[in-house]
């Protein structure tokens, strides 16, 4: 509350300059949250290495454990000889649950590396799915047919040149020998495979496989036809192969495409499935949020386990400050979304790295957007170490330190800008009060000078310990310094006045003895000329110890209670005959105004300003005296046309010898009377001040007393 | 025999003026410059009026002191202070030290002479008996021309000349207000307002000081002052 009195008296002496300044010093700090930022990316960087190297330290671990062991790698009857590699040789995926034997593939989690094209004639065309899961072999043949014909082979089974789609399948059995089973389509729905038998005396017959599931069906967009297969791995051998027969008419020649040998209807083709004591073996090294694949040398994946759910929620942060810090976080650093192809295919490039030797790294975008998983593969060895049995693959988001890295920003970030806010804050206060005390102490020194002829020598933070309490304390050595010298100025009238009438003494009673001598016309003249001199002189001295005499008329006064009222009317109606080239009117209240105060001086005060007013007024004009009271204090003033008072002189009107004459006058003029009325003024506790008439056609004087 | 005047100022153009004037008006005169050769000479021989500075020489207030000896010396002597120092505090001392009147050099020769020779007239009449037409009486007051004195219900007011004379002018005209160009004429003296204010303050407290009820002397509130019966 007081600061804000503070603010209305001393008015807007811009407060805001230096206040903006500080303000603007304190907006800096936003360089913190920045410094943060550029901190927090640092820090990112370095995580996301040490996590790669980890994570390759881990990789290349697992590959060591497995070095040479191809027999946990591969399933016994599959173990990659010395044979070079085999455009027929299907990689089956590893599934983590049973497919539903529907004639639809659309659930298998299959990839590039495990699928096998063969190209028929024409458009027709055949590509082969494999994968397994626990014991079971899963086939799916996907057949792109011009013309689709069921198979006639129920009727006549073992007729081979029948009309209709026929596939067979080959593979080696436990015996040693090979396996052939042909399904032929015979609508949708599940089917059988069926074998040939020979009997005794060359016989043959077709017998159904009851341990093979088959389902046969459409494709969705009717171009073909999808035969899904379940085959206990138990049954199955070294190689495998599939074969699409196709007779559209009869008489036409037969068409035959696939991975057996058509001639003889031989697999030769490998089937390269993992071991079942491969995900065992693997299952020690699984940790949350990490997913691991191994692939044969080939690149085909044998095995993916799936990353087990990281324990805590590590959801990225969503909300719009978190959004907003990641808009100029992330940067080049996190690639955006990518679609499922593109991501395998940089899976697939960082296998192909280590199948040519060497351990690699990679940042891949993950499933969702903004996720990022951490990449490694390591090449596994044979037991030699010449040759590369297979690529281990361990990938594990990076959702986690992501996170962890945007609670930090985030709460950094929240941080410093709270930080910046209260700095913010703090410097507008200190900018304020700092404003606040260098506006009154400026404003003290002002009016120090201003209003007072003796100086107040007290200014505001005199006590401060601070810049400000110096400036003070030498503002009021200096205050004090001006006011020994004003106080000699001021007594130097006095003084002056004093010691100037003792010659001056001289001088007139030289002149008065001279003049009662007998002299010549000629020297009465001059002799009365030095008497005029003198006398001006003399009337000089006196208007200059007029304040003196005030003064000590003051120090001397009596107060007494009297009708202030009363009094200004008796005065007023005086002054009409002092003035008689004057009009006065005088505005006063009928009842008593009793004042305690001296009333001689009451008086003199008015003879002061009515001085004032007759001085700057023309003949003729009219002099207003009024007198108006309200329960604390009786206002006096006095008003006269005349030629308005200049802007700046309103206060220093009232000091001691300043006074604002443009006019040469003869009379000596100290501006004295307004001092004076001031003097008398205080004596009594009172103010005074002087305006111009509203209309500027005049000034006014008021004196207010307190009663 | 002519009357003799002792003038003791130290500023020896000034004093030599005054004598000069007094000589003119038919008076011996005599000059000091400090209060050492004065009261040597006064010993010898008492001058019939004495006209003094208050500073003296090497002595700021060597006139005071010599007043307050040369009361001691005469308590009917007249003596007027003469002196540039115009203070009311000066005047008070002066007058209570028993100085007939209290005079800034202000004041021209010519008003200078008709005090003295006021003074002297009034010595002179001291010496006669009194003369009852002399004696102007406004009720409790009675105020003898001649002798200067006056009396308020039977007793004795000491006035200073001034005083007397702006008593004089008051009482002269009963209800009358005078106003301080008046009563500076009346009193043969050259005053700015603030002397003459406190000229009847002290007039008021001389009367007061025989009878506190004194409410004769009225301010009128710029005009002047009245006697009021």
Known sequence: ????????????????????????????????????????????????????????????????????????????????????????????????????????????????????RVAGPGTDSLRLLAATHERWLYLALLVRDNRLVFDASELAPLDRDTLGDRIWLAFDDKRGGQQRLFFGGTGVGALRGRYIETLEYGREQALEEPRIEAVWQRTRNDDGYVLEIGIPLSMVGQHLGVLIDDRDRRGAARVSYGTLDPSDLRATGRLIAASPDLGEHLRQFSQPGVELTVASATGAILTRMDAPALPGDYTRFRGFLPRMYRLFLDGDVIPRSVTQAERERAAQSLTERAVKGAPATALIAGRYENSVTVAAAAPIFSADGKHIIGVIQLAQTADRWLTLRDRALTRLLNLTLFATLFAVGAAFWFAGRMTLRITRLGHASETALGREGNLSRVLPESNAKDELGDLSRSFSSLLGRLDEYTGYLRTLAGKLAHEIRTPLTIIRSSLENLESEANSDNARIYIARAREGSERLGAILTAMGAATKVEEAIAHSERQRFDLAALVRAAVGAYGTAFPERRFTCEAPAEPVMLTGAPDLIVQLLDKLIDNAVDFSADGATIAVSLRVDDESAELSVANPGPPLPDETATRLFESLWQSRSEADRRPHFGLGLYIVRLITEFHGGSARAANLPDASGAVFTVRLPR | MKKSIAIVEDERAIRDNYAAAFAREGYAVRGYPNRREALSAFAARLPDLAVIDISLEDEPEGGFELCRQLRGLSAELPIIFLTARDSELDAVSGLRLGADDFLTKDLSLAHLIARVNALFRRVDALRRPAEEKQVIRRGALSLDSERMTVEWNGQVVLLSLTEFWIVYALTKHPGHVKNRQQLMDAANVVLDDNTITSHIKRVRRKFQAVDEKFDAVHTVYGMGYRWVE
């Open chain 1, 1 to 116: 509350m007081g600061r804000l009195t503070d603010l209305l008296n001393y008015g807007p002496i811009s407060p805001f300059r230096l206040r903006t300044k500080l303000l603007l010093l304190a907006l800096t700090t936003l360089a913190l949250p920045w410094a943060g930022c550029q901190y927090a990316r640092e820090m990112e960087t370095v995580l996301r290495e040490s996590e790669q190297q980890s994570l390759l330290a881990v990789t290349t671990t697992i590959a060591g454990s497995l070095k040479g062991r191809q027999e946990l790698l591969f399933r016994a009857d599959s173990l990659p000889g010395g044979e070079a590699s085999n455009p027929r040789d299907l990689t089956p995926v590893v599934l983590s649950g049973a497919p539903l034997i529907d004639g639809r593939a659309d659930e298998w989690d299959t990839d590039a590396r495990n699928l096998i």
